[in-house]
């Protein structure tokens, strides 16, 4: 099992950055493709962005690509979502998510382990 911790959060400016992190307990994580999810009020939660195991194959969502940036250091457990040149509309409850295996799962069903989210809003 897997347990899933973000951090990084918080308020800012249209136009700035936020790097947002996730820390996961266990000596599994290596063997789990993980996932940026986000949930805005009102919305159906939506992915965001994925990684596999190793790093080597990541997938965004088409609103968020060349923006964020996902990556993992599978000797820190932890993944990390860098987001720059923020958007009103990204303001969410960001969550990260973890599916055993390599995979290239994007629903939000697929994913077995979840964090508690971390908010971010961007102020216009």
């Known amino acids: 099992q897997v347990q899933l911790v973000e951090s990084g959060g918080g308020l800012v400016q249209a136009g700035g950055s936020l790097r947002l992190s996730c820390g996961a307990s266990?000596?599994?994580?290596?063997?789990?493709?993980m996932a940026w999810f986000r949930q805005s009020p009102g919305k159906e939660r939506e992915f965001v962005a994925r990684?596999?195991?190793?790093?080597?194959?990541?997938t965004y969502a088409d609103s968020v690509k060349g923006r964020f940036t996902i990556s993992r250091d599978n000797a820190k457990n932890t993944m990390t979502l860098q987001i720059n040149s923020l958007k009103p509309e990204d303001t969410a409850v960001y969550y990260c998510a973890a599916k055993p295996g390599n995979n290239r799962a994007t629903r939000t069903e697929e994913y077995d382990y979840w964090g508690q989210g971390t908010q971010v809003t961007v102020s216009s």
């Open positions: 266990g000596r599994t994580f290596t063997y789990h493709t």
């Open positions: 990684i596999s195991m190793g790093g080597g194959s990541t």
